[in-house]
């Protein structure tokens, strides 16, 4: 019933008045359950409620919070002493041995407790994180003291509470933060130098505490899991708050990417050799993830970075690799080159080599993130890579002919679109019938809007390129900007593509006979829709 419960939050989260008559009742019985139960199950069922209810309310929980003492009920709960069975477990409980699945192994009913109360533990300290992000000023009073409970968790052996000590640093850090900025997240330049610093009481609490404590468990823990929680973490500090949190500590940041690329982390040197392609598949998913945010967030800032790591990383791409590892590494160097377009003039021709020796692999989604890098290559480096782009059309047209999957497919037309908006004048004409003749794109919906770019593009400095598929171009805006939730497009695109759209209407007379034409085709749905967007 908990469970049903706290998904019901969730879902109505944005319902503030159907949480105040369905759940805010349900408080007293809750809170009677955490204060009065051994039954540690049932704590954790309390935690777990209380942290849902709090994420849906934010600052609304506040007299929640207060009057039922759940800051210090957390605490209290993170910094519990062991049950006399518990202990004797803890030393039975071997270096080699110290998993989740491990820690439990006991049999019988001590195993049951003891798994209860280690999941209350990792559950208050989530509880600790969610109560601190929407009540920043309460936590406030307790900030000392939640350090201390954290300090003594983050190396605590059951490998949840550590996983969930990261995430409530990362909570404690945004709290602090939102306390000392008038109870928001500041907005952020992107790129370095920073030009907008936070509070040097935040300052000094991320990097000399939280962030010292992400490199320790990127280095030393010994469960993959963990590092990935902490990395994902560490990314969404990056995206929340900007260069801020990274600007003092790049060289650190290169140092444990490249312990990850070369496996030298204790969780990779630990691994058994039948756990050892897992871990490092896992691993190497939430590194990209981390060095995406990175290059997005610090743009050209992050060239010192990936100049230290680029030959480590490079190595993943290597055919004898696991593929996996492949399609990530050439994941992770398609949005480098296109976030931090410096890193093109590195390594661009290096990697264009390295994407062109891919036409002879089997596998579709190395070729489709090879594909998708080598149009970044092209877009990002413009001029210096204008003699390569031959080589690139060729790979390119080879896939689109052999390609069994959509998603590939789409994805090297997108990448020749960029090449056509990149150099149009060494863009075959032929080029453009592919577009046309599989736009739109069904594999990779998203990749409609580098079709519509390509469209813009061409529409307005050469409309000649066009001028036999004006039809289909202005049935592919319409289609895109009807369909943005579908295409996934981005508010900022979306409204660049409706401004086009309204301009063409009202300056060019045979544009607005076309789109009129199209508009009326449509169903009186959509046409009511197109006609509410263009009004």
Known sequence: ??????????????????????????????????????????????????????????????????????????????????????????????????????????????????????????????????????????????????????????????????????????????????????????????????????????????????????????????????????????????????????????????????????????????????????????????????????????????????????????RHTNQKRDPEEIIIAYMIFAEVFHYSPSTVHLYGKEMIESGLGTKTLSDEEITRNACVMLGNIASSGKEAMLQNHQQIYGYLAHVIQNSQELPTKDNAIAAVCKLGWTAPKQMPQEIVQVVVNNSPLQGDPQENQTVAQFIIFFLTNDTAVLQAHLQWALAMLIDVILNQKKYQIQPEPHSQFVQFVKNLATQNPSFQAILQDLIGRLSAEEKTRIMEILS
Not at 78 to 96: C, H, L, R, V, W
Not at 108 to 118: A, D, E, H, I, Y
Not at 182 to 188: D, E, R
Not at 271 to 294: G, P, R
Request: glycine share 4%; charged share 25%; aromatic share 8%.
């Open 1 to 314: 019933q908990m469970c049903i419960r706290d998904r019901l939050i969730s879902a109505i989260k944005d319902r503030k008045d159907l949480i105040q008559s369905l759940f805010i009742p349900c408080v007293e019985p809750v809170y009677a359950n955490l204060k009065n139960t051994d039954d540690w199950e049932l704590k954790e069922g309390a935690f777990t409620f209380f942290y849902h209810l709090a994420a849906a309310l934010g600052e609304d929980f506040t007299l929640i919070l207060t009057q039922c003492n759940l800051l210090e009920l957390c605490i209290q709960d993170i910094t519990a002493e062991i049950s006399t069975q518990k202990q004797k477990n803890e030393e039975e409980f071997s270096i080699g041995s110290d998993t989740d699945e491990e820690a439990n192994g006991a049999k019988g009913g001590s195993s049951r407790q003891n798994n209860g109360f280690l999941d209350e533990k990792a559950t208050a300290v989530h509880a600790l994180g969610e109560f601190a992000l929407a009540c920043p000023t309460v936590t406030a009073q307790y900030f000392d003291k939640a350090c201390s409970a954290l300090d003594q968790a983050y190396i605590f052996y059951y490998d949840s509470v550590r996983s969930e000590v990261a995430i409530c640093y990362k909570n404690l850090v945004k709290s602090l933060t939102k306390l000392t900025s008038n109870g928001v997240i500041p907005t952020y330049a992107k790129g370095l130098p920073v030009t907008q610093r936070l509070n040097p009481k935040v300052e000094e609490f991320l990097k000399e505490d939280v962030l010292a404590k992400y490199f320790d468990r990127i280095k030393q823990d010994e469960v993959p899991e963990v590092v990935g929680i902490v990395l994902e973490s560490f990314k969404e500090l990056v995206e929340a708050l900007g260069p801020v949190v990274v600007d003092n500590v790049l060289d650190q940041i290169a140092e444990v990417t490249n312990m990850l690329l070369q496996g030298e982390t204790l969780c990779q040197t630990y691994a058994s050799d039948e756990e050892d392609m897992e871990s490092d598949t896992l691993i190497l998913q939430h590194l990209s993830e981390f060095l995406v945010a990175l290059s997005k967030t610090l743009q050209d800032g992050f060239v010192p970075v990936f100049q230290k790591i680029y030959l480590n990383l490079k």
